[in-house]
């Protein structure tokens, strides 16, 4: 005959699990690098950072964005990436005003 003693109760203790905020970790919005015109959709567009189409720059493109004295600039067309502001693609609209 075997004799069962239920002499222990193993008390689990519930473990908490702090939350740890990493605060102060930002996320990098976008890359910041040169586009490159191995970029597959530079070479679509035909990219070159030093424009040979007279008056058609990216400096007064329409999509050209950030600093105006910047000599690379973001461009909405090629999200993450700097374009040269002496540059143009295919995708130049000449910027109003
Ligand atoms: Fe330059 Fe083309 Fe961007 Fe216009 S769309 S700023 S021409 S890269």
């Not at 222990?8 to 996320?27: N, Y």
């Not at 690098?33 to 597959?40: F, G, M, Q, Y």
Request: glycine fraction near 10%; charged fraction near 20%.
């Amino acid at each position: 005959m075997s004799n069962f003693n239920r002499r222990d109760f193993i008390k689990l203790s519930g473990t908490s699990l702090i939350g740890m905020t990493l605060g102060g970790v930002a996320l990098k919005a976008q890359a910041q690098e040169k586009l490159s015109t191995d970029d597959p959709t530079a070479k679509t567009l035909k990219y070159t950072p030093k424009s040979e189409v007279a008056g058609a720059e990216c400096a007064n493109c329409m999509y050209i964005q950030g600093e105006a004295s910047a000599t690379h600039r973001p461009c909405a067309i090629f999200p993450g990436k700097l374009v040269n502001a002496n540059g143009w693609c295919s995708a130049w609209v000449k910027r109003p005003g």
